[in-house]
Nanobody, 122 residues
Framework: QVQLVESGGGLVQAGDSLRLSCAVS????????LAWFRQAPGKEREIVAV???????YYGDSVKGRFTSSRDNTKNTLYLQMNSLKPDDTAVYHC????????????????WGQGTQVTVSS
């Protein structure tokens, strides 16, 4: 059974940093593309970053230059380093995994974590 478990969310102030983690089990970690999505209240789930198996990391326009995502294939863990946080970054952050080609489309990802809340106060 594939499981993705996010951690590291919390309440921070604008300008602060946070690091999210996503522990992945039940699947050969090095064979799946990994992504972070986020969903704010009343909004659609949007792409934050994609860390493919062997290609460069993709970042959504709203986080480019502030967020960095990486994967540790020895720890089966995906990370999201978030710097210079803004109130607009407030959302539930989900990690997701898929085999095959990497995409930014949420409905192509087979496996999802429950999410971790990030709240940024002004």
């Amino acid at each position: 059974q594939v499981q993705l478990v996010e951690s590291g969310g919390g309440l921070v102030q604008a300008g602060d940093s946070l690091r999210l983690s996503c522990a992945v089990s039940g699947v050969a970690f090095s064979t799946v593309n990994l992504a972070w999505f986020r969903q704010a209240p009343g909004k659609e789930r949007e792409i934050v970053a994609v860390v493919p198996i062997s290609s460069s990391t993709y970042y959504g326009d709203s986080v480019k230059g502030r967020f960095t995502s990486s994967r540790d294939n020895t720890k089966n863990t995906l990370y999201l380093q978030m710097n210079s946080l803004k109130p607009d970054d407030t959302a539930v952050y989900h990690c997701a995994a898929k085999r095959g080609m990497w995409t930014t489309l949420r409905n192509t990802y087979n496996y999802w974590g429950q999410g971790t809340q990030v709240t940024v106060s002004s």
